[in-house]
């Protein structure tokens, strides 16, 4: 079995809106019904789980039901951070998820994941353990201090990560749990968890259009995208 947990807790402070961005109106649409239809519409995918506030369940089931998507087989509570999010899921799943199953854990606001990427993660965390989307670092990067330039830092092995992650059920379970019992609450992302049990994620490529939606502007950029594929 394949699992794509969906994150969707968040609020998005930066979108500067009284709506949780993954529920803002994209050209008619909540923008989460996006990223729910890349794994509804990918064969790969046998399960979707949604993290969300418990406030937001009865809007996550209209979506559901207003665009039939048959998927979609389990919502949980969010938790207080992402990290505690995902392992809410995770944790939800021990009954149903087996130790090889292949779990992906994705950004709600990320609602442009493309079919190969999940493909290649998939294959690569079925070969690794562990997978993550990554691009490479074009621009520029240096440290500042007090706004002033302090350091030049080579970007030729820089990676930015995205979402979706695939790993192995009880591989990030695992790391989860020892996170917990550790009280260490500030990992950003799923991968970051694997240095607790000495395991490194395989990079995939990913692509520029599989942004994470953060801003204002960054919602019309979506709306543009959305328009070219629909011509």
């Known amino acids: ?16 809106n009284t709506t949780p961005k993954q529920f803002i109106n994209v050209l008619g649409k909540p923008l989460i019904y996006y990223t729910i239809y890349a794994f ?7 399960e979707i789980v949604i993290v969300t506030s418990k406030k937001y369940f009865t809007t996550i089931y209209q979506i559901i039901d207003e665009f039939s998507f048959k998927k ?16 809410n899921a995770l944790e939800a799943l021990k009954d149903f998820a087996s130790q090889d199953d292949i779990v992906l854990i994705h950004d709600a606001a990320r609602p442009l994941v493309a079919p190969d990427n999940i493909h290649n993660l998939i294959a690569m965390a079925k070969k690794h353990s562990c997978a993550t989307l990554g691009i490479k670092v074009v621009d520029t990067i240096v440290k500042i201090k007090n706004h002033r330039f302090k ?21 990030i379970l695992r ?12 990992f950003t992302d ?3 968890l694997m240095q607790l049990i000495n395991k490194r994620c395989y990079i995939v490529d990913g692509n520029k259009t ?6 204002p502007g960054d919602l019309i950029l979506l709306e543009a995208l959305l328009r070219s594929d629909q011509k």
Do not use: C, W
């Not at 079995?1 to 500067?16: D, V």
């Not at 790391?175 to 500030?186: G, N, Q, Y």
């Not at 599989?210 to 801003?215: A, D, R």
């Open 1 to 16: 079995m394949t699992y794509a947990i969906i994150l969707a807790a968040g609020f998005g402070k930066r979108m500067k």
């Open 40 to 46: 509804e519409t990918n064969h790969e995918i046998d």
């Open 72 to 87: 979609v087989q389990l919502l949980v509570e969010g938790g207080k951070s992402r990290q505690m999010s995902s392992h």
């Open 151 to 171: 350091e030049n830092i080579i970007r030729d092995d820089l990676i930015q990560i995205q979402t979706p992650q695939a790993f192995k059920f009880k591989i």
């Open 175 to 186: 790391a989860h749990e020892i996170a917990k019992k550790r009280d260490l609450v500030s």
């Open 190 to 192: 799923d991968a970051q």
């Open 210 to 215: 599989n942004f994470k939606v953060t801003t």
